[in-house]
Nanobody, 124 residues
Framework: QVQLVESGGGLVQAGGSLRLSCAASGRTFSSYGMGWFRQAPGKERERVAAISGSGTRTYYTDSVKGRFTISRDNAKNTVYLQMSTLKAEDTAVYFC?????????????????WGQGTQVTVSS
């Protein structure tokens, strides 16, 4: 089964940018739809962005549209979350997740495997 490891989190001032990476260990990475989630203290886990196996379809929650970009490089078995114009309310632990799909255009609704998370802290 695929294993996921996030990196790239850290402390950034409001208005700044961070790029998160999620490296996947597994076969046929393009067979996995991928997502980024976040969980802030005292709040439920929230789906931030998702991408189909082929990378041709994406989803963003309204609060990050225009600021975050999800992408993937299937040759590198890596999915990215480019975050710009960061706000204090973006502070959370960010998790990547995967779900195997048989059609590369599918964005999963349910995810099977989760990374350990990486902390993003935005100072205001």
């Amino acid at each position: 089964q695929v294993q996921l490891v996030e990196s790239g989190g850290g402390l950034v001032q409001a208005g700044g940018s961070l790029r998160l990476s999620c490296a996947a260990s597994g076969r046929t990475f393009s067979s996995y739809g991928m997502g980024w989630f976040r969980q802030a203290p005292g709040k439920e886990r929230e789906r931030v962005a998702a991408i189909s196996g082929s990378g041709t379809r994406t989803y963003y929650t309204d609060s990050v549209k225009g600021r975050f970009t999800i992408s993937r490089d299937n040759a590198k078995n890596t999915v990215y979350l480019q975050m710009s114009t960061l706000k204090a309310e973006d502070t959370a632990v960010y998790f990547c997740a995967s779900a195997e799909v048989f059609n590369s255009w599918v964005i999963p609704l349910e995810f099977e495997t989760w990374g350990q998370g990486t902390q993003v802290t935005v100072s205001s």
